[in-house]
C-alpha cells in the first residue's frame, strides 16, 4: 500500500475519533454546568484542558462558556475543534478514496458542512442536538469501516490511528481531572463529588459500564481503575494498548518485519501487566498519565517513521 | 428525438412510453433525488476560474439519450477508423514525417506546433501507440448524419459519467433495463485495465504494475482518477508518491519500494517531469520521461499526442484516414475555416456573425465566439483579436445540432447535446457500446462543456 495512504488512513481514524471524543467532552462540560453550586467558567475550562484547547486559540482566552464550546465544536482556527476534524478526515478521505469503501466514504461526506458558517449561539442553543449528531456521524463512520472494510493493512492503519487517538483522549481526560480522583476528596465526599466522578465516566461514555462492572459504587480507585486498567472497556489504556499491539502485530506479520514501534507497543502493555490500581496511587497517578501520554505520542512518531510517512 | 417527419424516432419509443406513462412531476420527483444520490456520492466537477464551491455538482438529466444498433454499428466503425489514423499520424510525425514530405499536412502546423514535442522524436512506445483512449466528440447533424467535431488524444475525461449515469438510472428505474435491449456499459474498466497492461514497456518482465497518476485531490477530475483507479483495482497515485531510482520508477510504500510499469497520467505533458519539462512544475517525477525514453515505463498517453488533437490538425484527419490506412473516412468532418491561412480568414472575417471562432489550443468552451449569439460588440473585440493573432483561431458554421429531450421548468424540452465515445487502442481497439453525452442545459445554448453550463445524461445503444 501507498505510504501516503498508510497516512490519510491513519489519520482520517485519528480524527473521527478526536471529533467524537470532543463531543462527550463537551457533553460533559454541558451536564456539569447544570449541577448546582458548580463554577461554571472551571468545568468548562477543564474541558478545554481534556480537548488540548487550554492556551488561548486567537489570542483570546477563554472567558465564557461560549468561548469554549465555540472553540471545541465551530472553530476554523483550532485544529483540533470538531468542525476542523471532521472536515480533515474527509480531506484524508478525499485523497485516498480508492482505499475507502463506498459506505465509509458516504458517512464522512454526508453532511460535511453542517457547522460552516454556524453562528457561535445558535451552536450553544442547539449543543445538545448537534453533540448528538456528531456521535452519529461517527458511529456511522465506524460502522461502515467495520461492516464494509477489508481486513488488511489498511485497516490495521485506520485502527491503529483511532486507538492511539483514544488512548490519548482518555489519558488527558484523565490529566484534566485527576485532582477529582485523588485521594483526599473522597474525605470530602457530598453530592459535588458524585457528581465529579460520574462526569469522568460520562466523557468516556462508560457510566453504565460502570455500573455494571462495580455494582454502582463510586469511587475514584474504582473509576481510575476501569478507565486506566480494564481489560474490557474499549476506552481504557490498557484495553487501546493491547489492541495497539495486536494490530501492530499483524502488519509485522502481513510484511514480515518489526521495528521500533513494536517494541514500544510491547512495552506500553507490559507496563500495565498484573498491575493494581492501588499501585499506580502509590507511585503516583499524574506521573503516571503524564508518562503515558509522552509514550503515546513517541509510539505514534515511530509508526509514521516505520511506514514511511 | 423525433424524425424529419415529427414523429418519435423508433429508438426513442421506449423512452416516449415511459415518460408518458411515468408524467413528468413523478420524473423531476425522481430528478431531485438522483442528484441527492450523486451529491452523497462525492461525484462532482470542480471549475476552474470561477470561485465558489469547489465541489460543483454536474446537473444529470434524467431522460436518456438514444442510438439504434445500427446507427452505433456505423458510428463504431468510423471511431474506430479514427483512432487508428490519429495513432498512425502522431507514430509518423515523431519519426520520419512522411505525411509532411508527401505535402499532405503543413509541416510547420505539426513542427511549430505548441503540443509537439521534440524530445519525442525517434522514441518507440510500445505497440506504437501514442493516445491509448481517444475520446472523440460527436454531433448529430441530420438524421443520418454524424459529424465529429473533435478528437481528443491526450486524457480524455468524463467516463465516469458514463458508468454512474447508468448506474443511477438501473438503480432508478430497473424496469426500464428488464428485457435487456440496452448494450450494458460496465466493461469499460476491465477494457482499459487490459489496453493498459499492454502498453507494458521493454523493461517490464513480469505482470505489469499499472497505476493512475493524478495531480491530487484539488484537481477538477480527481473524483473521476479515483473512481477508475478503484474499478481498475490499482494505486492512484500523485507524483510524490513517485520515484525514479536505477532507470526505474518506485512508487513508496508501507513495505518500501515497488517497481511501476505503466502510468495512466492524468497529469499534462508539461508537468510530468521538471528535469524534462517545466522547470517551475511542482507536479511532476524528476527524471521521469528520461526512464519513458529508455523502455523502464509506460506513459499513457504518450507525451506529445495532444499534437493530434489540435482544433488545427483536426480539419486533416480525413485526409490522414486516407493517407495511412488507404480508407474513405466513415466520419465526416465539420467544416472548418483556418484562420492562418489568409484566404479562410477573409472569408471568417466577412462571416463572423454567423460563424463559431474557436482558439486552437482553447478547451472547455473557453475563448470561443458563437456568432449568431453574439452582441455587435463582442464580435468587434473579437474580430481585433483575431487579427492580432490569425493562426490561433479556427472558424466553423453554426451546425444545426440536433436535440434531445431533457426534463426542463417547462416539462419535456428539447436541448442540444454532444456525444464522446471512449476508443481504447491496445492490442486491439476496444469501444465500449457508449459513452458520454453532454447537453446545453440552457434553452438554446450550443455549448455543452460542463465548465459553462452543460449537464449530462444516460447514453443508451439498443441491442440487436
Redesign the interface.
Known sequence: ??????QNLFWMGRYMERADATARLLEMGHRMSMVPGSSDMDEWRSVALAAGAQDPINGKPHQTAADVIHDLLISVDNRSSIRSCLVQAR?NG?????ALT?DM??AL??GWRQLDDMAPETSRRNLPTLLEWVKNRTAAFRGASEISLLRN?GYC?LRLGGLIEQADMTLRLLDAKYYVLLPETDVVGGGRDYHQWTSVLRATSALRAYHHVYKGDYNPWGIADFLILNATFPRSISYCHRTIQRFLDD?ADH?G?RGPCHDTATEMVARLDGVHIEQLFQAGLYDFISDSITANHRLAAEISRQ??? | MYGSQGAVRVPYERVADWISAAGVDLLKLRQSEAEAIFR???ITFAVYGEGGDPERLIPFDLIPRVFGASEWRRLSRGIKQRSRALNAFLYDVYHRGEILRAGVIPEDLVYRNEAFLPEMVGIDPPGRIYSHICGIDIVRTGEDQFQVLEDNCRTPSGVSYMLENREIMMRMFPQLFAAGIIEPVDSYPVLLKKTLEEAAPMKCDNDPTVVLLTP??LNSA??EH??L??LMGI????P??LFIEGGLVW??????PQRVDVIYRRIDDSFIDPLAFRPDSLLGVPGLFDVYRSGGVTLCSAPGAGVADDKAIYSFVPEMIRFYLGEKPLLENVQTWRCASPEDLSYVLSNLKDLVVKEVHGSGGYGMLIGPHASKKDIEAFRLKLKANPSAFIAQPTLELSTAPILGDGGVEKRHVDFRPYCLVGRDIRLTPGGLTRVALKKGSLVVNSSQGGGVKDTWILAD
Open positions: 500500500m501507498l505510504s501516503r495512504t498508510a480531506a478525499r485523497a485516498i478514496r480508492t463506498q466514504w458516504e461526506n454526508e493493512d492503519f502488519i510484511y518485519e511506514y514511511h510517512f | 452523497r456520492i462525492g491530487g485531490s480527481y473524483y479515483s473512481f483507479a478503484d494505486e492512484l497515485v500523485e510524490q508518491d512508487m513508496r510504500t508501507t513495505r518500501g
